[in-house]
């Protein structure tokens, strides 16, 4: 099979043949000497391509990662947007995995901590954060487990600072549902939200007195 072309693109070079289009580096064209008009195996073509991909994905996948952590789940899917090839993008996350570089029990952890800590949600809206992110039931449940308290404990301040200018009047019902609401859609439950109104109308009289 005769290479009709050989075309630097911007990380890989395109070799044309009259049956298929490969993307080969620039380190392996050099090594096994290949150039427009020569000959070559179409099977050697087919490796060298197969080989240049995965050696980019590998690389873009570390790039990622230099950037912030991933899930498995997560990294399989940003790698897919590029390289579209299923294969090929849970071979590079079964590597990663296999080298710790990748772990979703400690992404899980740290994603509960930040959607807990510093997000301010509850434990409901945590959880359907994590599993979108593709993480395990178990492993979200379990890294969840230890912040329920403190989901608990973020309530009054989260009442404080979202909606402290609209809860200004204990009879106002219709404000109290509206908040309860919007508490909700954080993922903290209906009786926790509740009496933290209760609570947060009482101490306001307490002030008052």
């Excluded at 087919?46 to 080989?51: F, I, K, P, T």
């Excluded at 071979?91 to 510093?118: F, H, M, N, P, T």
């Excluded at 019902?173 to 933290?196: C, H, P, Q, W």
Aim: aromatic content about 10%; glycine content about 4%.
């Amino acid at each position: 099979m005769q290479i009709l072309e050989v075309q630097k693109q911007r990380s890989y070079f395109e070799v044309k043949t009259e049956a298929a289009v490969y993307e080969i580096d620039g380190s392996l064209l050099r090594e096994y000497h290949l150039e427009a008009g020569c000959d070559a195996d179409e099977a050697l073509l087919q490796s060298l391509h197969d080989r240049s991909r995965e050696k980019r994905a590998y690389q873009r996948a570390c790039y990622l990662l230099d950037e912030r952590d991933y899930s498995y789940v997560m990294l399989y899917r940003k790698l897919n947007q590029t390289y579209r090839d299923k294969a090929l993008c849970r071979k590079i996350c079964d590597r990663l995995a296999q080298s710790g570089l990748i772990d979703d029990r400690r992404y899980a952890e740290k994603c509960a901590e930040y959607l807990v800590e510093r997000k301010k949600y509850g434990i409901y809206r945590a959880k359907q954060e994590m599993l979108h992110r593709g993480l395990d039931k178990t492993l979200v449940e379990n890294a969840l487990a230890d912040l329920e308290e403190q989901a608990e404990e973020n309530i009054p301040a989260v009442l404080e600072k979202k909606y402290g200018r609209i809860l200004t009047d204990p009879k106002d019902f219709k404000t109290r549902e509206k908040v309860i609401a919007g508490m909700a859609r954080l993922g903290y439950n209906f009786r926790s939200v509740k009496d933290a109104i209760e609570d947060y109308f009482a101490d306001w009289d307490e002030d008052e007195e």
